[in-house]
């Protein structure tokens, strides 16, 4: 199977376990929503391919936000309304053919009531998503857009090429335009780094050089 998307650093074995054991395999076709905002919030899983996207809208223009991502080896869901079957507040859809190990909130409510252990996986789980919100939240005044589009790829280095740049834009609060020229500038970053980290040959890479340097104005190649 193709690893279209990348691993999530926070891994809560217990509770993917847990998933495993307890739940229920269930596929969604693109589109297909896990949880639609302001209706009961019911299902918490474990992310085995595809991507969610969580989507609100905004006050006065009813414009789509994309607030978060739970992609492949994450867990998904409108966690803590889950438990008690209170109002989403997004509307969670499968942006590719997504598969999802779900359980429910009654399970999991089962599951954290079960002892002191148990209890302790549910603080653990709140402070995992509590340290992810401020994440997300500290990047948006701390980090440029650029930034935050290098940091989604180091958490997802397949979104590129699998999500559209419009919902990748709405997800960095940025424009479409502007995360074009973004991606140009990363494109560009990494092919600087492939001219000047490959074997050199010296008749090859003068020449080289020469013809792209000349292009941009980096150098002035009178003296040559």
Known sequence: MEQKFGKNSIDIK????FCEREGK???YRKGEQLEREGDPARWFGFVTEGCFKYVTHGISDDKEHITWFSFEGEFAGDYPACLDGGPALTTIEAMVPTRIIRVSGEQLVKR????KKSMELRCLVAEHLLSQARAR???LHRATPLERYELLLRRCPGIARHLPMNAIASFLCVTPQQLSRIRKTVTFSEKLFQIFTKPLNICSDFHL???FFG????????FL
């Open 137 to 139: 939240y500290t990047d």
């Open 14 to 17: 217990a509770l993917r376990e």
């Open 215 to 222: 292009h941009v104005g980096a150098f002035s190649w009178d």
């Open 112 to 115: 954290f009531s079960q002892d």
């Open 209 to 211: 050089g020469r013809h």
């Open 25 to 27: 395999m269930v596929e």
